[in-house]
């Protein structure tokens, strides 16, 4: 039970600071010089990839290197994607910001990386 609070608690910290960043917080009151917003497709990217690859390896270390692969998929990608999505239409819906479908691609790619390198971590590197 202990293990399965640590698994949880540290991607759903993840995944509250990036609700925060993306819907609570007002871009406007942000204290960075407008130039670092052309990044902000780059953000998005980062931080699903950063929310994806805490769970892969959280799960991967829980089962001891043995993960059940239609499990790891659907809790480090299909859920990461299917957040970022709803993040987009609560901003559109319920926040004072606006819901971009470019950012939900960046959202879904970023998850998608990080995915591809667990994948290959686990089922294609060469064993020792």
């Known amino acids: 039970m202990r293990s ?12 509250l600071v990036i609700f925060y960043l993306t819907c609570i917080i007002d ?3 942000i204290p960075v010089p407008k130039k670092v917003f052309q990044y902000d497709k780059l953000v998005h990217f980062a931080m699903f990839f950063a929310l ?3 769970v892969f390896v959280d799960y991967y270390l829980k089962h001891k290197g043995k993960p059940n692969g239609y499990r790891w998929l659907l809790f480090g990608l ?3 994607v299917i957040y970022g999505g709803l993040i987009e239409v609560a901003q559109e819906n319920f926040f004072a910001r606006s819901g971009d479908l470019y950012d939900f691609i960046a ?3 970023g998850s998608m990386s990080a995915t591809i390198i667990a994948l290959f971590y ?5 064993k020792k």
């Open 78 to 80: 299909v859920i990461p």
């Open 4 to 15: 399965s609070i640590r698994y949880i608690i540290f991607p759903g910290l993840i995944a």
């Open 27 to 29: 871009v406007d009151s």
């Open 107 to 109: 959202d879904a790619m």
């Open 122 to 126: 686990v089922y294609v590197r060469p």
């Open 52 to 54: 994806s690859a805490a």
